[in-house]
């Protein structure tokens, strides 16, 4: 069935991941201090119309100690046929922005007090996007805007 509205549209958006459930804990080896390999994820329920994804994920519990939240890892122009990101790997042909360590890429949960709650946020785009690799999760937020079809979110906890 095609979705007739925006709702039923962000319903089938989904994100998961094998190697952890919906507001469990992720897995140590994806912390920043650990082998800082970004989760595996699938992705189903892409709407039709869709020609790029984005993902974004932070940690809006940073905000008391960083004073921001952390940007981790954000990519675009992720193919909208994708329905898998293996561990460790950035899709063919995406592109990666700099993160809030200062980097291009995936940087992953490195909680400075006690555990946090970091989200994988899925947007499917109507078009893809004119975004040079290293931007800012800034820069991706303008670029998205009037341009999202449907998002939806995966959530997954982290202590050190």
Do not use: Q
Not at 59 to 71: F, H, I, L
Not at 82 to 102: F, H, L, M, Q
């Amino acid at each position: 069935m095609i979705a007739s509205d925006s709702s039923e549209r962000r319903r089938g958006l989904t994100p998961r991941s094998p190697a952890f459930d919906d507001g469990c804990p992720i897995p140590r080896p994806h912390g920043y201090a650990a082998a800082n390999e970004s989760p595996p994820l699938r992705i189903g329920g892409v709407p039709p119309g869709t020609a790029s994804l984005a993902l974004v994920m932070d940690d809006p519990d940073a905000v008391k100690p960083a004073g921001e939240v952390w940007d981790h890892w954000f990519v675009w122009n992720v193919a909208p046929e994708t329905d898998a990101i293996a561990a460790g790997e950035t899709p063919p042909g995406a592109v990666e922005g700099t993160n809030s360590y200062g980097e291009r890429g995936y940087g992953g949960p490195n909680p400075p007090d006690g555990e946090h709650t970091y989200r994988f946020l899925l947007y499917a785009l109507d078009a893809p996007l004119d975004l040079d690799a290293g931007a800012t999760k800034a820069d991706l937020k303008r670029a998205i805007a009037g341009h999202v079809v449907a998002e939806t979110k995966l959530a997954g906890s982290y202590a050190l």
